[in-house]
């Protein structure tokens, strides 16, 4: 596994589709201003990305915001069957609130076969949170409050992803030319 292709790939996904494409209207300000940690987990069990999940999060709380925002755990040698990693989401809620980081931080989820309930595997509706591996972003809670109030319809987005996704279709978003 090579972590500067991992973080490369990462990095082009997030300029091209998540920024690229306004999946997320906040990502562009901490890319630009360069406030995006990439951790490559070299975990191969669920225990061990468990303990890297730990050690990210408490580094994130700790680390100044004006320095690191976010940070963007990819894990491409485990979890990578979306059904695993789905059911990993919630013993990674559960080390949130152990390590009393509940309305601190909070975890996103992206995963290369990101499916929601109730969807079809192939529905382009999906592929808003399809990544080129297995990767946990956390956030602070302020960073996202302050986000909100700055947009006046938050959830709107979710419906605009969808209708942009619908116009790029499957053949477009392969144009991107992302890893995944």
């Known amino acids: ?6 973080i490369q790939d990462t990095r082009d996904w997030v300029v091209k ?3 690229g494409l306004n999946l997320c209207p906040f990502a562009k300000s901490v890319h630009v201003n360069d406030r995006i940690r990439y951790v490559v987990s070299e975990a191969t069990e669920p225990e ?3 303990k890297d999940l730990a050690r990210e999060l408490l580094a994130l709380n700790r680390a100044d915001p004006e320095e690191v925002d976010t940070t963007l755990l990819i894990h491409p040698g485990v979890l990578t069957d979306f ?3 789905n059911d990993f989401l919630d013993a990674a809620d559960a ?3 152990e390590l009393k980081l509940d309305g601190i931080l909070q975890i996103a989820d992206f995963h290369p076969d990101y499916q929601f309930e109730g969807t079809p595997e192939g529905d382009i509706g999906n592929y808003s949170n ?3 591996y297995p990767t946990l972003h956390l956030l602070r809670e302020e ?3 302050r986000a909100v109030e700055s947009m006046p319809d938050t959830a709107a987005i979710f419906e605009s992803n ?3 996704l619908a116009r790029l279709g499957i053949d477009g978003w392969r144009k991107l030319g992302l890893k995944g």
């Open 1 to 6: 596994m090579n972590h500067d292709q991992v």
């Open 17 to 19: 589709a998540v920024i």
């Open 48 to 50: 061990q990305l468990l």
């Open 83 to 85: 059904l695993e990693f």
């Open 95 to 97: 080390l949130v609130d």
């Open 130 to 132: 399809r990544s080129p």
């Open 143 to 145: 960073s996202i409050t």
């Open 162 to 164: 969808l209708d942009t």
